[in-house]
């Protein structure tokens, strides 16, 4: 009974370890735009934000769902969003935690997701916008799931939110005691140890169609999309201070201009002041901005910034422009570097 619980409450560890964000808190990957892998492509090759999205985990499920209503009317439904891992609708595959650990080609399996979505098409109702896109992490430094070490402090750790009685009030609490402590452990993990700026790099593609009168014999190509971003650490003294993060995109009948877009941002700092540059050029120009921001005191950060384009997440905040020179009031640093 109590391998059972402990199995249990490792397997519920490992999940919530796997279902947080890989990279700095989830605040700092927004800013961080356009320096990201879409997390659906397909969604974003449509310019649609389904509000609903299906994640069917069974073969079964994913063909009930898609093609139930394809075979039946032969016409393809509006308003589908799918978003779906691959590898676990493959029958009998298993992917355990020392393959994600040690083999490169398991572990880019294991983090494959594909989307799939309809939208009514632009000015003509009749007719039907199908997207699909797979978005893929080949490597990334700061999963802590690759980490032998980080496992087995969570398994460890776990021992002791075995509950004393069986039940479910004891259930329930030694549930928040696993979350706690994986929580715990992943900060200590990727602040503590400085992992949190590792390197890492991840693709993407989508492509899309128009279904005339949404039917599905009667087609026409609607264009594709595709993305790279990758990143390199910045340390200092073996201390992590930064990171540089580059990206390419190239839009061929999407909802951006046609091209190529090639950018790259490298940012640095404490607890207390950060300094960013960035450039990027599309296909007629090129445009740039850099920067540095400071704790005034306590929370109030202020954000200067000089270029073609505004300092990135900074739009609509800010509260002074003098020849170009744009400068914020905020309530967060924009990079939240650690101290």
């Known amino acids: 009974m109590i391998r059972r619980i402990l199995y249990s409450l490792a397997v519920l560890g490992l999940a919530l370890a796997d279902g947080l964000p890989a990279q700095a808190p989830a605040a700092d990957t ?14 974003t090759f449509l310019n649609a934000t389904p509000g609903n999205v299906s994640r069917p985990t069974t073969a079964r499920a994913l063909a009930v769902g898609v093609l139930g209503d394809v075979m039946s009317t032969g016409e393809i439904p509006q308003g589908l969003a799918l978003d779906v891992a691959p590898w676990s609708l493959i029958p009998g595959l298993r992917i355990p935690l020392s393959s994600y650990q040690t083999r490169p080609g398991l572990y880019a399996l294991a983090n494959t997701q594909f989307s799939l979505g309809t939208v009514r098409a632009e000015g003509d109702s009749a007719d039907t916008d199908l997207g699909a896109g797979l978005r893929i992490t080949l490597f990334d430094g700061s999963d802590p799931l690759r980490d032998p070490t980080f496992a087995r402090r969570v398994r460890t750790g776990l021992l002791d939110c075995i509950p004393d009685q069986p039940g479910p009030e ?48 009667r087609t026409d190509w609607l264009g594709y999309g595709a993305w790279a971003v990758g990143s390199l650490p910045l340390d200092w003294n073996r201390r992590p201070v930064g990171q540089l993060l580059g990206q390419l995109r190239y839009d061929a009948g999407g909802v951006e201009e046609d091209g190529l877009w090639y950018g790259a941002r490298g940012y640095a700092g404490t607890g207390t ?5 960035e450039i990027g050029r599309g296909e007629d120009d090129t445009d740039w901005a850099g920067g540095l921001e400071f704790r005034v005191f306590g929370s109030m950060w202020l954000s200067t910034g000089l270029g073609t384009q505004a300092a990135p997440g900074s739009d609509e905040r800010t509260v002074a422009v003098i020849a170009n020179l744009r400068v914020d009031l905020r309530d967060q640093p924009r990079f939240n570097l650690r101290p």
């Open 30 to 43: 927004a800013k961080l735009r356009p320096y990201a892998i879409p997390e659906s492509p397909a969604f």
């Open 170 to 217: 004891g259930l329930a609490k030694s549930e928040q005691c696993a979350r706690e402590l994986t929580e715990r452990v992943r900060k200590e993990w990727l602040e503590d140890e400085g992992h949190w700026n590792d390197a890492s790099f991840a693709v993407a593609g989508a492509l899309g169609w128009r279904f005339v009168e949404s039917r599905a014999d």
């Open 273 to 277: 002041m950060n300094v960013f540059g």
